[in-house]
C-alpha cells in the first residue's frame, strides 16, 4: 500500500505529534472525475479552513483528494488554481491521481462531488457506504446534528470527526435531497473563469458547516 503524498494533510501524518504522545488521525478524501477542479479545490479549501480555525490541533485530520478517471500526475487546472488563491489557500504541488482501493481503505470520510461518484466509491467494496457521501449530501445532514450531542474538541477533533460521521450516517434516510440535482456540484472542466468562480463559491459554502462540525469552531467573521 502506497502512502499518501507529502503535503496531502493538514499535519504530517507522523506516528507522533511533538511532544511524543501517539497521534491518532482521521483522513477526509474528496473524490472527483478528473481530480483538476473540483477535487482538487475541495481539498485545498478544506485543509485552508481547518487550519483557520485549529492550527496545529488539526493536524489529525489528513486530507487528500483523487479522481474516477484520474489524471495521474496532472497539475491543477489553472483556473481552479485562482479559485484557491482568491480564497487565500494554497494550491502549490498538487498532483492529480486516480481512486484506487487503498485510498476508499484509508478513508474515514469520503466526500464526492456528485451521486455518480459516491455510486462508484461504494461500488468499490470496503465498507465504504456508511462513511461515503456528496458533499452537499454531508452539508444537509450535519446541519441537522445537534453539535451539543458530539464530543468537546477538547477530547480531541478526531473523536470528533469520527462521532460526526456516525451521526450523519444514522440521518441519511431520513433527510432526503429536495431534488437530485441539489446534491451535485457539476464539473468546471473546460468552463471559463466565472463558471469555476461559481463553482468555488458552491463548495465554500457547503463546507463551511461542515468545518464547523468538524472542529466546533465557526468561522471568522
Same mark, same amino acid.
Given at each position: 500500500?502506497?502512502?499518501?503524498?507529502?503535503?496531502?494533510?493538514?499535519? &504530517?501524518?507522523?506516528?507522533?505529534? /511533538?511532544?511524543?504522545?501517539?497521534?491518532?488521525?482521521?483522513?477526509?478524501?474528496?473524490?472527483?472525475?478528473?481530480?483538476?477542479?473540483?477535487?482538487?479545490? /475541495?481539498?485545498?479549501?478544506?485543509?485552508?479552513?481547518?487550519?483557520?480555525?485549529? =492550527?496545529?490541533?488539526?493536524?489529525?485530520?489528513?486530507?487528500? &483528494?483523487?479522481? /474516477?478517471?484520474?489524471?495521474?500526475?496532472?497539475?491543477?487546472?489553472?483556473?481552479?488554481?485562482? *479559485?484557491?488563491?482568491?480564497?487565500?489557500?494554497?494550491?502549490?504541488?498538487?498532483?492529480?491521481?486516480?481512486?484506487?482501493? %487503498?485510498?476508499?481503505?484509508?478513508?474515514?470520510?469520503?466526500? /464526492?462531488?456528485?451521486?455518480?461518484?459516491?455510486?462508484?466509491?461504494?461500488?468499490?467494496?470496503?465498507?465504504?457506504?456508511?462513511?461515503?457521501?456528496?458533499? #452537499? !449530501?454531508?452539508?444537509?445532514?450535519? #446541519?441537522?446534528?445537534?453539535?451539543?450531542?458530539?464530543?468537546?474538541? !477538547?477530547?480531541?477533533?478526531?473523536? @470528533?470527526?469520527?462521532?460526526? *460521521? @456516525?451521526?450523519?450516517?444514522?440521518?441519511?434516510?431520513?433527510?432526503?435531497?429536495?431534488?437530485? !440535482?441539489?446534491?451535485? *456540484?457539476?464539473?468546471?472542466? =473546460?468552463?471559463?473563469?466565472?463558471?469555476?468562480? &461559481? *463553482?468555488?463559491? %458552491?463548495?465554500?459554502?457547503?463546507?463551511?458547516?461542515?468545518?464547523?462540525?468538524?472542529?466546533?469552531?465557526?468561522?471568522?467573521?
Amino acid at each position: 500500500m502506497t502512502p499518501p503524498e507529502a503535503g496531502r494533510g493538514i499535519g &504530517s501524518g507522523e506516528e507522533t505529534t /511533538t511532544f511524543g504522545f501517539p497521534r491518532d488521525t482521521f483522513r477526509i478524501l474528496h473524490v472527483s472525475t478528473g481530480n483538476v477542479c473540483r477535487s482538487p479545490i /475541495t481539498e485545498r479549501l478544506t485543509r485552508h479552513f481547518v487550519s483557520q480555525r485549529l =492550527g496545529v490541533l488539526g493536524g489529525g485530520l489528513i486530507v487528500e &483528494s483523487a479522481g /474516477t478517471w484520474g489524471h495521474e500526475g496532472a497539475p491543477m487546472e489553472a483556473n481552479a488554481e485562482t *479559485v484557491l488563491a482568491e480564497f487565500g489557500a494554497d494550491a502549490s504541488g498538487f498532483v492529480g491521481r486516480e481512486l484506487l482501493d %487503498e485510498h476508499v481503505i484509508m478513508a474515514d470520510l469520503v466526500l /464526492t462531488a456528485t451521486r455518480d461518484h459516491r455510486a462508484q466509491v461504494i461500488s468499490m467494496g470496503h465498507s465504504a457506504g456508511l462513511r461515503t457521501f456528496t458533499l #452537499k !449530501e454531508f452539508t444537509r445532514l450535519v #446541519k441537522a446534528i445537534d453539535p451539543a450531542t458530539l464530543p468537546p474538541l !477538547e477530547d480531541g477533533v478526531v473523536m @470528533r470527526a469520527r462521532a460526526l *460521521v @456516525r451521526a450523519a450516517a444514522a440521518l441519511r434516510g431520513w433527510l432526503l435531497a429536495p431534488t437530485a !440535482e441539489a446534491d451535485e *456540484v457539476y464539473d468546471p472542466y =473546460g468552463a471559463p473563469l466565472p463558471f469555476f468562480r &461559481s *463553482v468555488g463559491d %458552491e463548495i465554500h459554502q457547503a463546507l463551511d458547516p461542515v468545518v464547523t462540525a468538524l472542529t466546533g469552531v465557526p468561522a471568522r467573521t
